[in-house]
C-alpha cells in the first residue's frame, strides 16, 4: 500500500561526511520533490524532478545534489553536511497534468542528524 | 508575489469542541489552487483537500469542511467535534497555474486536541 517510500527513516552522520537519501514511489507519477523542513517550520522545496529534467530552487545550497535514475527513484545526496543540515527531508511526487496543479503525495520523511 | 498566512500559530481546545483554522493568501494570478496538509506528530504530510479557484463551492468531509472566499482571500477549515487524533501541524498551500507545481506553504498552525 506504500506509496511513497522513504529510506532510511532515520540517518545520522558527521560533520562533513557525505550522506544520501532514497525516496521510492509505486504511483508512477513523473514528478518528484525534495523538501527540508527544520523545527516548526513549514517545509522549504530544494528541488524538483519533471520526468528526467531536473529543476534548483534559486537559494538551494550546492551541497545539495540529486540523481532520478528512473520514474520510481530518486536520491538526495548531500556532499557535505554541516550541522544547520540537520532536518526532515521530505519526498513528494504527483503527475503533471499541463496546467493542472495536482496534489503532491509525500513519503514519511527522513529525519538526518549531523554530529 | 504570492504569499500564505497562518495566523494561528498554536490552537489548543478540549476535545469535541468545533475549532476553525484561517488561512489567507495573496496571489495575482487569476488561476491557482489551493491546499490543506495535516501532519501528525509521525511527519508525513497527508492531503487533506485542493480547490482551485473557480469553484467557490464549500466542501464537507465528515467532521471536516472548508470554507473558500475569493472576496476576502481566505480559506478556512473548520474540524466539528475535534478528536485527539486531530491534534497535529496544518498548513494550507497555494498553487498558481503558471510555473511549475511549487507549493507556497504557510507557517503551520499546531493544533493540540486534549482529552
Known amino acids: 500500500d506504500a506509496m511513497v517510500i522513504q529510506n532510511p527513516r532515520y540517518q545520522v552522520t558527521q560533520f562533513g561526511k557525505p550522506v544520501t537519501l532514497s525516496c521510492s514511489q509505486t504511483?508512477?507519477?513523473?514528478?518528484m520533490y525534495w523538501y527540508q523542513q527544520k523545527s516548526s517550520q513549514a517545509p522549504k522545496l530544494l528541488f524538483h524532478?519533471?520526468?528526467?529534467?531536473?529543476?534548483n530552487e534559486a537559494d538551494t545550497p550546492d551541497n545539495f545534489q540529486s540523481r532520478r535514475p528512473n520514474t520510481s527513484f530518486c536520491f538526495l545526496d548531500i556532499r557535505s553536511p554541516g550541522l544547520g543540515d540537520a532536518a526532515m527531508y521530505l519526498c513528494?511526487?504527483?503527475?503533471?497534468?499541463?496546467?493542472?496543479?495536482?496534489?503532491?503525495?509525500f513519503g514519511p520523511g527522513t529525519r538526518l542528524t549531523v554530529l | 508575489a504570492q504569499k500564505v498566512t497562518q495566523a494561528q500559530t498554536e490552537i489548543s481546545v478540549v476535545e469535541k469542541e468545533d475549532v476553525t483554522l484561517d488561512c489567507v493568501y495573496e496571489?495575482?494570478?487569476?488561476?491557482?489552487?489551493l491546499f490543506w496538509y495535516k501532519q501528525p506528530p509521525s511527519g508525513e504530510l497527508v492531503f487533506l483537500i485542493r480547490?482551485?479557484?473557480?469553484?467557490?463551492q464549500n466542501e464537507i468531509s465528515g467532521r471536516y469542511s472548508w470554507n473558500f472566499q475569493k472576496s476576502t482571500s481566505s480559506f478556512n477549515f473548520t474540524i466539528t467535534a475535534s478528536q485527539v487524533v486531530d491534534s497535529a501541524v496544518y498548513f494550507c498551500a497555494l498553487v498558481a497555474s503558471g510555473g511549475y507545481n511549487k507549493l507556497i506553504f504557510g507557517a503551520g498552525t499546531r493544533l493540540a486536541v486534549h482529552p
Open positions: 513528494a511526487t504527483s503527475r503533471d497534468r499541463g496546467g493542472m496543479r495536482d496534489e503532491q503525495f
Open positions: 480547490r482551485n479557484s473557480f469553484d467557490e
Open positions: 496571489t495575482r494570478d487569476t488561476t491557482y489552487y
Open positions: 504511483l508512477n507519477h513523473n514528478v
Open positions: 524532478y519533471y520526468d528526467k529534467d531536473f529543476n
